[in-house]
């Protein structure tokens, strides 16, 4: 499959599915709650960057802002690493793999429809039953009809493969001396990717939003995690869509 181009905010995106990036973008402001900021010359780490649209809406409200980013798949991390060039290649840094426990090559399950849940653990049929009634539930009546069809194609997918790499030797490389914002949207990953961080590590992070499925009390291990770390957790909160879901956003700070 090829990138396409399509325009948001007046600015050129490569994408592979060009009306899945004003939906990714809307949910963006998701991560900016609860007194989360950034100031001039902050250093954030984008873990599951996918095409960039995080970074994109960070550049669209702030400026200086030093953004390091990771997409294990080829086709993405494609995208991202030419709307990095696209928007400002001086602050912006896109890897092209993602953040994990151990250095590794994972096989990920790729969804070209819905490329946002792409993930290295793949769904089961039971949670991808769960996740279509709880979208086509949070959908108003009207649209729910028009919608099922549009949720099958979003589990198709294809085998990749990836890299996955430690936070602390990518931290160590590039001589980070802190972390402004560590926002991970990972899709079921994202105790492997704190697992990568060190306790030296931990102490660089100022910010932290995560996306957490809460599988085998995920939830709980991570505020543990955190708290242990000298994190304050901040809010628990569920985007509209995912209310009733095991999906959740955990905002967190020093």
Known sequence: MELKVTTLKEREI????????????????QYFKYDVHLEENSIVFDVGA??????FWITQHYSGIHIYAFEPIPLLYEALNKNFQHINAEHLKAFPFGLGQENATVTFAY???????????????????DFQETILKN???????????KLDLFF???????????????????????????KIDVEKAELDVMHGF???????????????????????VIKSLLSQNGFNIIAID??????GSNIYNLYASR
């Open 50 to 55: 996918n095409i960039g649209l995080f970074s």
């Open 156 to 182: 198709q997918n294809t085998l990749v493969q990836c890299q996955l790499r430690k936070a602390s030797e990518v931290i160590r490389e590039n001589n980070i001396s802190k972390i402004d914002l560590l």
């Open 198 to 220: 060190t306790t030296e590590d931990w102490l660089k992070v100022q910010q932290l939003v995560v996306e957490i499925h809460n599988i085998d009390n995920r939830l709980n």
């Open 111 to 129: 969804h070209p429809y819905a490329t946002a849940m792409s993930t290295g653990y793949p769904y089961t049929q039971q949670e991808q039953i």
């Open 238 to 243: 569920q985007e509209e869509v995912f209310k």
């Open 14 to 29: 490569y994408c592979v599915n060009p009306e899945e990036v004003p939906i990714v973008y809307n949910q963006v402001e």
């Open 139 to 149: 959908l108003p009546e009207p649209a729910q009809e028009k919608f099922k069809p």
